[in-house]
């Protein structure tokens, strides 16, 4: 995560952001919400200067992002990959759905996020330092 931290101003427009939320984004936020998924939790509409995302979770360094039409042509694509990479390149990793996957398979776009977590997620009970195994 950047080190800069949010200006009161972006905090205030992520603020105006969680009471906008698309109909799509209330979906997902249903399922996320309260560490509804495999007991993460996720903040929505999280100031991450210069740029909002749409869900994040501090614990795994994920990002879910949801794009609507306007990412869909090719300003919005060249946004949408600049975005990308400066959140990989502050150890960040960034899912990206479309409106329509959340729409037409709900079930589906939870199944990808549960599969990172899964990847991302620390073992849930770690040897102690000096304790571990040698195969």
């Not at 799509?24 to 740029?51: D, M, T, V």
């Not at 990412?71 to 990479?85: I, P, S, V, W």
């Not at 079930?107 to 195994?133: C, F, M």
Request: charged share 30%; proline share 7%.
């Amino acid at each position: 995560m950047p080190t800069e931290r949010a200006s009161p101003e972006q905090r205030q427009f992520a603020r105006h952001l969680r009471y906008q939320l698309t109909d799509c984004e209330r979906l997902l936020w249903r399922q996320l919400r309260n560490r509804g998924l495999a007991g993460f939790k996720f903040r929505r509409q999280h100031p991450c200067p210069p740029y909002v995302l749409d869900f994040y979770c501090a614990e795994l360094r994920l990002v879910v992002e949801l794009d609507g039409g306007q990412h869909f042509d090719e300003a919005g694509l060249a946004k949408d990959r600049l975005r990308t990479a400066y959140l990989q390149h502050h150890g960040l990793e960034v899912l990206r759905f479309s409106n329509l996957d959340v729409i037409r398979n709900l079930e589906g776009v939870l199944t990808e996020i549960l599969s990172r977590i899964e990847t991302r997620a620390p073992h849930p009970n770690p040897l102690p330092k000096g304790e571990r195994e040698l195969d």
